[in-house]
């Protein structure tokens, strides 16, 4: 294989892991339509569609598909080696690609800020993936999920205290719905839901309290994965809204929300950060490792 098609089928994997030829060729340091044009030629010279483009999205074929399964890892282990050699310098450096939900992404930022500034040349990336992935195949040095969620072939190590999750109103919509007594009475409410992309379903609400558990599917006129709309909904009056207890305590605090059954409120498993077992960490990594260990 020459170096221009070993060049090619880097290009390849870094488009497929960003899902965008612009933020792609940004990393890769190239303008986006010679990007465009090094995939085209790698497409001919492979005779086979690798992605398809979108003016909005870009997309693995079966083709990519597989030839990613088979590259990134490969690609991400090189990469890996390289940034090992910071053992040999007294800085330590290289890049370091998080997923992570986007409630787990802003938890994790002031202790991703204090590590940034200790280490000035360790860049980190976090992409917000509602999903849980493969973090090998998609180029990805380690997941943030709750430790409920781990697959069991990987190392996890917990990064911060169990989350409770909270249902809550606006004063408005109080006012014009009286406040449920009982799990059931969610039923008769207006709710603000969310879609689990995982299995593309819309979850049913599990309660809690004193050791028992209630399951209410509930309805309602706002569907939303972003956890700010949701807020942001409940804070409008649209209706009850069950968010982390964290994104909302301020508001409570402030009478801009109000709780809604609290004594029902369920407690999940914190967050853990995850990453291949198989997989050698770099010096870098080991720093970020021991900057998010949760030690509550």
Do not use: K
Not at 259 to 270: I, N
């Amino acid at each position: 294989m020459g170096r221009r098609t070993f060049n090619d089928l880097y290009a390849f994997t870094a488009v497929a892991r960003a899902r965008s030829f612009t933020r792609a060729a940004a990393r890769l340091g190239i303008s986006q339509s010679t990007l465009s044009q090094t995939i085209r030629n790698l497409e001919e010279q492979l005779d086979v569609r690798l992605l398809t483009r979108s003016t909005r999205s870009v997309a693995l074929t079966e083709a990519g598909a597989r030839l990613m399964a088979t590259l990134g890892p490969g690609f991400a282990e090189m990469e890996a080696a390289l940034d090992a050699l910071g053992d040999l310098t007294a800085r330590p450096r290289g890049t370091i690609r998080i997923s992570a939900g986007e409630h787990a992404a802003v938890s994790l930022q002031p202790a991703l800020s204090r590590f940034m500034i200790a280490y000035p040349e360790v860049e980190v990336e976090v992409a917000i993936e509602a999903a849980l992935i493969d973090t090998v195949a998609e180029g990805f040095d380690a997941g943030v999920r709750m430790g409920d969620m781990l697959a069991q072939d990987v190392i996890a190590m917990r990064i911060g205290p169990d989350l409770r999750l909270a249902m809550v109103a606006a004063p408005s919509y109080l006012a014009e719905h009286p406040a449920p007594a009982e799990p059931q009475d969610l039923t008769a409410h207006r709710c603000i839901r969310t879609r689990m992309p995982t299995h593309d379903d819309i979850p049913v609400w599990t309660l809690e309290r004193d050791g028992r558990e209630r399951r209410v599917r509930v309805d309602g006129p706002f569907i939303a994965s972003a956890l700010l709309l949701r807020i942001r909904a409940a804070l409008d009056g649209v209706g009850i809204a069950r968010v982390p207890e964290d994104q909302v305590a301020g508001h409570i605090a402030a009478g801009r929300l109000v709780p809604v059954l609290p004594d029902w409120w369920p407690t999940c498993e914190g967050y853990h950060l995850y990453y291949p077992s198989r997989r050698q960490p770099t010096p870098a990594f080991r720093l970020l490792l021991d900057a998010l260990r949760y030690r509550g």
